[in-house]
């Protein structure tokens, strides 16, 4: 029956896509290409759909028979679980463009499906991107700016330093002899991607029909608000700049630790992003980090000061951390410390997908995370139903953000929330996945779409912070609860600045104080423990 089904779902899209194909080809700039572009959908289609029967028939035969929980299905659920990511990665990289970016996008959803695909996705979504011919560059180069590379730049390598899903990367220098970074879009990715979206959005609407309990129609709903702000590279130019006015502006206690990269609005369009090129480790380096004087802790506590900030006090926030799009490098101004260390500064890449949250939802977020850092049960609920979980689906909210069982989110431990050995580690990710899939799909269809991108945002920032310190950190939760607070404390002066509120909010902010320290002097004697037990 399901195979059926997905067959009939082919067939079915395969006419139904003619509409949004000719839709593109009469707004395109270059009709011809347009059309060759969206005479390929078809056969993109059906590579969907012979990819999606060919992973349901795999688990269909391949554990019919086994006994539920026994170590025979485990061993052959994994390696079906393995040759359903693999089927799936080859798929993305077939059909390129947008099906890369969902890729990458399901590779950091580590609550809701296996971790063998979180694993597999993760690694080549980010690191194995095609990559455009240089032919292909000089187009639009030409198309952009007029000219040939080799005209508008006193050098240009043909050879990129990094590919991504929508466009790569290649060093110039212009005639000052200024080393530059320029984004070029992949060619005709805009005329693609239009009937390519709306491909996927029949696919998983109609899956839905078939299967009630796969509903992804919320990713859907995020690509089609985020992929065109993403193919606008102007709209990422903005972004980067207005990510730092909002450091300088409201948090400039650590201003000066984060950096993105200038740009060249002379050599920038919508198609191509000329920035200043910036030497630094990508964030996943250790090595390379440490060769740089500089201490992955530090690193890792910058990072969550970072996005905490975004999060809680600036309500824009970029929402694709993951390791590619972060880079590190020493302070420019900084010297060597006692132990010849340096204070790092840590370089944001990639400004495409940012959120905004309304004041409502950022103050609810805050409180919800300082309610998780600090245990309190009441707080969590609160915060939980008014950001749209419900009365029923509350606690499982809360295991998502943290990815820890409802007994450990409410442990008054000050390390509650640090995951314990990486065995365990997994198991506890996974369990939501196996045993809640019903219910997190359920959660999701409920949570606002900004809130599911801090989700995903959470979930990039965890990974980079495991690669950091090889384990969950204390200090980033300790980080975190304090600019939750002092968020909540200040959003609570700006509802009501009477003489009774500031008298409030200094004894709040003096009741935060010896709560930090109580919880330092624990983290203290927790670090002592964990170094004399090795």
């Avoid at 059309?35 to 990819?51: D, E, I, M, N, Q």
């Amino acid at each position: 029956m399901a195979l059926r089904s997905l067959f009939r779902l082919g067939l079915a899209s395969t006419a139904m896509v003619s509409g949004a194909g000719a839709a593109v080809i009469a707004s395109s700039d270059d009709p011809p290409t347009a059309f060759k572009l969206c005479a390929s959908v078809p056969l993109r289609l059906f590579r969907v759909s012979l990819t999606a029967a060919s992973i349901a028939f795999d688990y269909e035969y391949s554990l019919m028979g086994l006994p539920e929980g026994s170590s025979e299905r485990s061993k052959v659920k994994h390696e079906v679980h393995i040759r359903g990511a693999r089927r799936l990665e080859e798929l993305c990289f077939k059909n390129g463009g947008i099906y890369i970016k969902l890729g990458q996008h399901l590779g950091q959803l580590e609550y809701l499906i296996p971790q063998e695909y979180v694993e597999i996705l993760r690694e080549s979504m980010l690191n194995k991107c095609p990559v455009s011919s240089y032919e292909q560059v000089c187009e639009v180069v030409k198309n952009e700016l007029g000219e040939l590379p080799n005209k508008i730049f006193k050098d240009f390598d043909p050879v990129p330093v990094a590919s991504a899903s929508l466009a790569q990367v290649h060093v110039a220098h212009d005639h000052d002899g200024n080393k530059l970074a320029v984004k070029v879009q992949h060619i005709h990715m805009t005329d693609s991607a239009a009937a390519d979206y709306a491909t996927v959005e029949l696919i998983v609407n109609t899956l839905h029909q078939f299967f009630p309990s796969f509903d992804y129609r919320w990713l859907i709903d995020e690509v089609r608000d985020s992929l065109p702000k993403e193919l606008d590279f102007l709209v990422e130019a903005k972004n980067s700049v207005k990510c730092m006015d909002n450091f300088r502006k409201l948090s400039p206690r650590i201003a000066d630790y984060v950096y993105a990269p200038r740009v060249y609005w002379n050599l920038s369009t919508s198609k191509l992003l000329t920035m200043e090129y910036i030497e630094g480790a990508q964030i996943n380096d250790l090595k390379g980090i440490r060769g740089l004087g500089l201490r992955p802790v530090d690193v890792a506590n910058l990072l969550s000061r970072t996005f905490a900030e975004m999060m809680f006090r600036h309500g824009f926030v970029h929402c694709d951390p993951h390791e590619a799009n972060l880079l590190v490098r020493p302070h420019p101004s900084s010297k060597n410390g006692i132990f010849g260390k340096r204070k790092p500064q840590l370089i944001l890449l990639d400004h495409g997908l940012y959120k905004e949250l309304d004041v409502s939802t950022r103050t609810n977020y805050a409180a919800l995370w300082k309610a998780l850092v600090f245990a309190d049960a009441n707080g969590i609920k609160e915060n939980c139903v008014k950001l749209g979980a419900g009365d029923d689906l509350y606690p499982l909210f809360a295991g998502i953000l943290t990815m820890r069982p409802w007994e450990r989110v409410i442990d008054p431990a000050v390390d509650h929330l640090v995951m314990r050995g990486s065995d365990g580690d997994h198991s506890e990710l996974q369990m939501y996945a196996s045993q809640y899939f019903p219910e997190i799909t359920e959660l999701l269809r409920r949570l606002p779409r900004v809130i599911l991108l801090m989700l995903k945002t959470n979930d990039c920032l965890r990974a980079v912070n495991n690669s950091l310190l090889q384990r969950s950190s204390l200090e980033s939760f300790l980080i975190i609860g304090r600019v939750s607070s002092e968020a909540v404390i200040e959003a609570k002066l700006l509802q009501n600045k009477s003489f009774l509120r500031y008298v409030s909010a200094w004894l709040e902010e003096l009741s935060l104080e010896a709560r930090m320290l109580v919880m330092r002097i624990a983290l203290w004697i927790f670090q002592l423990r964990r170094t004399l037990a090795l």
